[in-house]
């Protein structure tokens, strides 16, 4: 099989899929382990609720984080689907789809945000529920915990394709990639579990679904800024690197 050369929209791709993860990755996690695990308080809906409403426009600003987020997936997505299209254009795509369904998802638990603090502001809500009542609905959709875990499974599976085309490529190191793929399969498949057996987070804790696949992804990010794509050429029956500037023998 023959890769075609690598073009000048490769390298740029590269380099804002690097940026694109890395500043995607602050922001997720500035934003809901430095404003909204201030903010919600597990198992305590009266006290959310004061919190959110104390503090709303550091929530605002959480939930607009959480839109640069949506915006930072879909940028990271087109950007690898430029990068691996000459690869496999079809298996290119289909992984570019799994992360923009992943960017669906959480896009859909921003605007519960918004909702839950409408329903907790805005006056006209109160004479419809109890005390009691409009806390914990707020709560409800406060909650992005279904909408991850659906988001999850595509993330995983658009990135277990993608690490495969990595793999495949030789456009960055072969064990690199090949931790992608096993690590993205193994949050594919620790997530369809839980889907139907939600006792498995007490034999494999939920941490460890996606964090070797977020290792993965930080670790490709930081790669592609300090060293970009390599050229991948072929030479008799096996794959070498090359510098783009040299010629093939």
Not at 51 to 63: D, P, Q
Not at 86 to 110: D, K, S
Not at 179 to 185: D, N, T
Request: aromatic share 14%; hydrophobic share 55%; proline share 4%.
């Amino acid at each position: 099989m023959t890769i075609s050369p690598i073009d000048e929209s490769q390298r740029t791709a590269a380099r804002i899929a690097g940026i694109a993860c890395l500043l995607s990755f602050v922001t997720v996690i500035a934003v809901n382990f430095g404003i909204f695990a201030r903010l919600i308080v597990r198992g305590n809906p009266a006290e959310t609720a004061r919190n959110i409403l104390a503090n709303e426009t550091l929530f605002r600003i959480g939930v607009a984080g959480d839109m640069v987020y949506c915006v930072g997936v879909g940028v990271l997505a087109t950007a690898l689907y430029v990068i691996l299209k000459p690869v496999g254009q079809n298996l290119a795509l289909l992984a570019a789809f799994g992360r923009l369904v992943h960017g669906l998802t959480w896009l859909l638990a921003t605007l519960n945000l918004f909702t839950a603090l409408r329903l907790l502001s805005d006056a006209d809500y109160s004479p419809a529920f109890g005390p009691d009542q409009l806390p914990a609905l707020a709560r409800l959709y406060l909650s992005g915990f279904d909408a991850y875990y659906v988001g999850l499974l595509f993330w995983a599976l658009g990135a277990t394709v993608g690490s495969y085309l990595w793999f495949k490529s030789n456009y960055v190191p072969r064990a690199l990639a090949a931790f992608g793929v096993i690590s993205s399969a193994w949050c594919a498949a620790c997530t369809f579990v839980f889907y139907i057996f939600p006792d498995f987070s007490k034999i494999v804790n939920l941490w460890w679904f996606d964090s070797p696949m977020a290792i993965f992804e930080l670790a490709l990010s930081v790669w592609l800024l300090l060293k970009g794509i390599r050229t991948p050429t072929q030479q008799g029956q096996q794959w070498h690197v090359q510098d783009a500037g040299h010629h093939l023998p």
